[in-house]
């Protein structure tokens, strides 16, 4: 059911926000259904400094919908790629678990498709060269493909090949005309922000040797809905995947998905094997029926499942306002930990600002003596948290919980506790 929410009087037609979706960015079909409407909230990556305090922000409609004919849950896009990857502020090699897990995919790709100093690896959004280093170590020949161009100088400074890019057929074409076809081509935490998927993927095909294999990470929907990650859709994030789906549109671009593995990053991720349709050297593992049953088991291929979501993410809201207020009624102070895209939406969303959380800290340069968008709450170095002694640290990169545990565990020196927001408050 969709809610009228404005009377044309000339035409007495009803408007519903039904009629506002776009189409479907991979089947073309109109969007006529609400996943869930997050309301208005800025670009996650636009922190704002302190002469800009007092400017208008630019909100846009945080509204994702999912398309019936393939399932593809999506955002309309509102502000081209080109304005918010040109200069981007996230570097991968912030985060040391990150960068762990880099180092063991590049082990366990090497290994598995016997990469060696006479293949070509292809990163899609290579960042700071995060990933590549690993391969570079081993003497196997890389090039990084990164939009941002802030990011790539960081890369090419460590020596990473890096090309200053966005990525499609045409991207694909001049990179197998200059530096050849890839014997593994990769994207991690990418798939998810194209506008173009299909130009993406048509691309990739492209770009991939007969006999080479693409692997992609990307959040796996199926977690988003289960364990309430309604903050991990923002607007710079387009596309949210379950395996079917994906499955579909690589299927469309003539590549076989051949095996599929359950990461835990970001929440719960995917990493996807895909080949040419064509070739058979690489049989399809039994992981892909696997998933593929256990997705439609779980009613991926039907609308009601995804009408659900909305509500439960009004009741996460609801139980981390509880929490916020009972800690402030009781004199406590807390502060936040970390300024990622998932904190913008969470914080816009909930409405939390100052009067809630005192401020947040980034080990990023770049975001600390920044305020987060929208919400205005002042971004700190992390040391700040030693001297301000806070009864809550509220963790907003939950998925990251585990590291910052580890690193901040001194805050129990004063009987400070952590917060995780999702998938339930808990307080520890
Ligand atoms: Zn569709």
Known sequence: MQIAVADNKDTGHKVSPGDLGGSCRFCGTKLRHTFVDLGMSPLCQTHISLEQLNHMEAFYPLRAYVCHECFLVQLEEFVAPGDIFSDYAYFSSYSDSWVEHARRYAEAMTQRFSLNATSQVVEI????????????????????VEPAANIAQVARDKGIATTVRFFGRETAREIARETGQADLLLGNNVLAHVPDLNDFVAGMKI????????????????????????????????SYFSFVTVEKVFAAHGLTLFDVEELKTHGGSLRIFARHANNSALPVSPHVGTLRKRELDGGFARLETYSAFSEQVKDTKRS?????????????????????GKGNTLLNYCGIRQDFIDYTVDRSPYKQGKFTPG?????????????TRPDYLFILPWNLMDEITGQMMYIREWGGKFVVPIPQVKVF
């Open 125 to 144: 959004a290579s960042n700071d060269g995060y990933l590549l280093q690993h391969f570079v170590r081993t003497g196997i020949p890389v090039l990084g």
């Open 207 to 238: 770009l991939l040797k007969a006999q080479g294999v693409i692997t992609m990470e990307f959040p796996h929907l199926y977690r988003l809905m289960d364990e309430n990650q309604f903050d991990t859709i923002y607007h710079e994030h387009f």
């Open 320 to 340: 981390i306002l509880e929490f916020f207020i009972a800690a402030k009624r009781a004199g406590k102070t807390v502060v936040g930990y970390g300024a990622p």
């Open 375 to 387: 919400t205005h709450i002042p971004i700190y170095d992390p040391e700040r948290i030693r001297g």
